[in-house]
């Protein structure tokens, strides 16, 4: 069963730029987020990442940002194990971050 999280408002991003083919990405992700496509990697489904950041840990060339451990994702997950409405507490002066492109 494929995980998803809220529509377009993950964190994640990955530069292919700066990808060299290695992997780590494919095997550490927890929901197969990423492929690798002509020895790049390659986001399969932005909406699977719960922005654990083993990723962005195990890149070798910092290819891949992502705020681990805040967020929208992280907001569901806590209001899955709380029993409560999912809130990300990003909201600042009336404008949702959620929304923006945040990278560390």
Not at 15 to 41: D, Q, T
Not at 69 to 74: E, K, L, P, S, T
């Amino acid at each position: 069963m494929d995980h998803k999280y809220l529509k377009n408002v993950t964190t994640l991003n990955l530069s292919v730029e700066k990808c060299i083919g290695c992997g780590r990405c494919v095997e550490v992700c927890p929901h197969r987020v990423f492929i690798l496509n002509e020895r790049k990697a390659q986001i399969k489904d932005k909406d699977m990442c719960m922005e654990c950041g083993a990723c962005m840990v195990n890149c070798p060339v910092n290819a891949i940002t992502v705020r681990a451990g805040v967020g929208c994702a992280a907001a569901v997950i806590m209001g899955w194990l709380t029993g409560r409405e999912p809130s990300c507490d990003c909201s600042m002066d009336g404008k949702n971050c959620c929304n923006e492109d945040v990278i560390l």
